[in-house]
């Protein structure tokens, strides 16, 4: 059929051109669509045909007003362009029925009806998905919907293509639960048991037995049982064992709608005749109905007719290996937890005997040894070939043996953590053992719902969890990684706040090499998001085991992947993980160490990918710790970067500049604001980056909205949320620096009571007591040591005792500069000494960045006068006299570096 456009002009009313296509019909008449509805139309000239991308959208044809008939009424024969347009109008047609109902209504709804008949599978498709939207918003009245859309769906679902037959019928189901009952009874229950009918076609019989299941849960049981059970029972019976499937299936909520006493005398018995059909289909649809019926049914009719029903469903299966192994072994959970009450001691033995059977079907080789010699040897009558055979059964094996990995909780539920070694031990190891991957990476996804189960027992799981950790497929530690800090938690147990027992450290030094082996297989692969989550994991020891496992096990692993991951996301997630562990380490020295190699390896680091790593663990140090800790320990290295030679470190240094404002807090801060200050002047004098000018300016701009903090007895009672929380993560730190000085303590007496009592003396003691009526002294200090750790050129002075020197390796946490100044103003103030970070912590100093050596210096002296005393001390001013030696003398620059 020809198809030519014409371009026509409204004479009088308008000048808008409107194309009309004609047709000819097969008669060779021409005939003009739609020409009523135009008037004095004028031919002009001849266009060529359009591509679909020439057409305007539907909704451009709404706002202008045009008749939308023009675009259904196309035949369907016309191009690929006409198709579209007429799926965009149905596609927007709850959206037509919203603004413009009557019209629509009137206008637009028969032609898509009429459409509909011969339109194709896209069209089709994109209808019942808009009827069915039309119904849930409630756009057209029930009894409307019912005379227009309804018949349309039920015409539809006999469609000769399967696929729009299926897609009609699950829009009738979805429609039956929105329809009122006397709609359904009157239009669609009626229709529905004509298409029961034994003369009907397979698949009319198939859609009546899936509409019948969902018309059971609208009506009561008596209409049910008047109207619905004949056809049930016929189509239970039918000659094709497709439709008895399917019949099959839809018992469950037709026993539902009937109730406990019908189900039992009409139901039951045609679902123990399905069970024992032979098709296997129609078997395995009887197994899950009843499955499905468990909770339906009552005590008496499980003991009687379903459990010995299962029992031999059971056997059968087993014993012919066919189809219905791998739905028995799926099923078995639900069947073993549905029966669990009602089942002897002797009923329930026998269903952990034959689930052991399933988890162990194909590990047999001797059998299959002598079932592949009787495939390789067949008979006379045997034409069929052996191979797909073999395979087939292959997988069906291990389809059972997957499903019974899947089903473990459920079997460990029905056993009871108790009895779970003796029964289920050994077959929970054989699956852990597996040689398909399927079947290991099934038990590992569900080994942390296992080890929730076990309660007291689950030390019995270590020797698998282990054994999983150690298998070489990704896939597996998959499984196990996903729910690693919940599974860690079941088996070891959380740490108390006392020592761990002897049985918990041994657990925990056993699966630490394990979750390490595990770790090195998957950074062999190419996963970097599997890489990223064991990292994270990380984070759960420290609940797990002691500080030393930390730093000696875990801790350099982290500081691995921080030097060699290639994906960033890995990177940062050791960074957090590493900055996250350091605040379970109680030794200071080990906290000092940990903090100096993320200075010296990161922000003096040679490798600008370092450099700029160090930039994202300032962020991470922010979110994890208080404003003090980051003030003491990372502030002036990270100003120091805006030196860098690299233009990308400098660029991202600008983007943590307002951050670094939200930290300080005037006055005690007022040093560190002028070294910001000084930092952002020479970005925006020095700096010849184009990009790197730009980011400055708009932090810059950022820095200036942003307020600075004042301490004044206003701002401490008026506390904000942040404030609140960073004053939680303060005493954290606090905490951990008075339980370290109370194990020093502890070690303390207890040595000295050793030495006590083998009856040495005091001095030849390996560890000096503290001397009477000086403890106090020096604890004193010990705590004004680690006060000031701020980068200065300040003195130290000559009577710096044994304790202070001791301490001058170790980087306090935040918190315990205002610890000390409490404690040892007066000390202080006498001896007149103070330690410089580089002495305090070991860290080295911004001004030992390898190349950046000298330019990073000059801002150190540039920012000297500024920069004297702690950062939680109060301000100096620049008229505060310089602290003298004991001997009224000044130190020059030789006799401190000497010192």
Partial sequence: MGVETLSVRLSQNSMEEIDIFKTESPTGERIKLFVDELEALEPNHVEPPRSPKDFPPVQSHVAQGMDLDFMLDIDAELDSGQEVQRISVINNLPDLLKDSHADCMRRVVPKVREVLHVAQADMQLAASSAFVQILRADLVPVQNYAQTFLQTILSSVDNKDPDIANAWLETLLDVIDLLPKDIIKKEILTIAIEKGQLSQPVQTRLSCCKILGKIATRFEPFVIKKEILPIVQSLCQDVEYEVRGCMCLQLDPVSRGLGLEATKSAILPELVELT?????????????????????VDEDTCRGTLVPLVCKFCQQSIKSEDVTLPVVAKEIGRLSHGFSAYLTEEQKCWFVDFFKQLCKVGLNESKHKNRETEKESPTKDQQVPVLPDIVELEDRLVETRRNCAFNFPAMVLFVGAKSFKSELGTCFSCLCKDNNVEVRKTLSSGFHEIASLMGSHVSNLQGDMIMLLRDENTEVLKGVVNHLPDTLTAVCGPLTSQAMHEAKQHQVSDLIPAILSAELV?????????????????????HLTNSENIYHKIIPVLLLKLRTARALPVRLAAARSCLFLLRNLKKMEQRAELLNILVSDFCHGISCRNRSLFIDICHVTIEFYSKAFFKETFFEYLLSLHNDPVPNIRFRLCSILPDLKRLLKLPSDRNLSQMLDACVRRLLIGEKDRDVSHAIKCAVEEMDKTPVYMESGLSRRMLMEEDIEDQKKENEEKKLIELEEREIKKEEEAAKAKAEKKGLKDGTSKIPAPKKGKSGTSKQDRESAGVKRTPSTTNSGSSTTTSIKESES???????????????????????????????????????????????????????GARRGSFNSSPTSSDKPVRKNSNGSIPSTKKKISK
């Avoid at 960045?849 to 920012?863: D, F, I």
């Fill in 276 to 296: 024992n059909d032979e098709e296997s289909y129609v078997r395995i649809a009887g197994l899950q109905t009843v499955v499905n019926i468990l909770t339906l």
């Fill in 522 to 542: 998957i950074t062999s692969s190419n996963d970097w998001r599997l890489q990223e989550q064991i990292i994270e994991h990380f984070k759960c020891f420290q």
């Fill in 810 to 864: 170790r980087i306090p946490l935040a918190n315990r500069s205002k610890l000390a100044r409490t404690k040892s103003d007066s000390s202080s103030s006498k001896s007149g000494t103070k330690t410089s970070r580089s002495g305090t912590s070991g860290v080295p100093t911004p001004s030992s960045a390898g190349s950046r050596k000298t330019s990073t210096s000059k801002l150190a002296s540039a920012e000297s």
